[in-house]
């Protein structure tokens, strides 16, 4: 079965630039959470999808937003770059409910602001 | 808050040297203990999933176990292919829809 795939892998932006980052979940999966990487803060919860519906919400500005599509993908969108916007973004899919099934992660999109 | 905290930050290991890596967890009601591991670039690899305290979980050089207040993931005679960051995370209380990570340990084996 194939795993999470996300894409782009990597991106350059400028700040005030928006950027779109996309998810493909495990088939099967209908849940699906994202997650920022960064070296000073670790592994942080963005926001998860299930039936199209945003169902939690970390705490993270209103430049980040997403959504996710009838066939499961998700796409997180990033509006007014900053700097301190640069990380590793990590989508994660689980089958139903993340508080119950096990997330698997992507391999992630890393970010660059310049 | 949840709160997770990984011990040691960084491991030097010669290859077979066997060690432990500490994961200690404030949480109210947890609902699940989870290992990942994750080399440089790429994301975290699902590991084990821990509920309750006494459980063991096993895979290959790699065994996990769980306690009321902690977790740790011991690796014997490893091998450098074991070399990696291994993330604990936990799902707990009214954040279960959601992992709540601890910084990592990175883990260095030598040949």
């Known amino acids: 079965k194939a795993g999470v795939t996300q894409t782009p892998r990597y991106l350059i932006k400028t700040r005030g630039q928006q950027v779109t980052l996309s998810c493909s979940p495990i088939?099967?999966?209908?849940?699906v959470s994202w997650y920022q990487q960064t070296p000073g803060q670790g592994l942080q919860f963005l926001f998860e999808?299930?039936?199209?519906?945003?169902?939690n919400k970390g705490n993270f500005p209103g430049r980040f937003s997403g959504r996710q599509f009838s066939n499961s993908r998700s796409e997180m969108n990033v509006s007014t770059l900053e700097l301190g916007d640069s990380a590793l973004y990590l989508c994660?899919?689980?089958?139903?409910?993340?508080?119950?099934?096990?997330?698997?992660f992507g391999p992630g999109t890393r970010l660059t602001v310049l | 808050e949840d709160q997770v905290t990984q011990s040691p930050e960084a491991l030097r290991l010669q290859e077979g040297e066997s060690s432990s890596l500490n994961c200690s967890y404030t949480?109210?009601?947890?609902?699940?203990l989870f290992w990942y591991r994750q080399d440089p670039g790429k994301g975290p690899e699902f590991l084990f999933t821990?509920?309750?305290a006494g459980e063991e979980k096993e895979k290959e050089r790699l065994k996990a176990t769980l306690t009321k207040k902690e977790s740790f993931l011991h690796i014997t005679a490893p091998k450098p292919e074991d070399s990696a960051t291994y993330l604990c995370?936990?799902?707990?209380?009214?954040?279960?829809?959601?992992?709540?990570f601890g910084a990592g340990t990175t883990v260095t084996v030598r040949a």
């Open positions: 994660a899919s689980s089958q139903d409910r993340p508080s119950t099934d096990t997330q698997y």
């Open positions: 821990l509920y309750s």
């Open positions: 999808y299930f039936s199209e519906t945003q169902r």
């Open positions: 088939s099967g999966h209908r849940s």
């Open positions: 949480v109210s009601g947890l609902r699940g």
């Open positions: 995370a936990v799902r707990a209380g009214s954040n279960d829809y959601k992992l709540s």
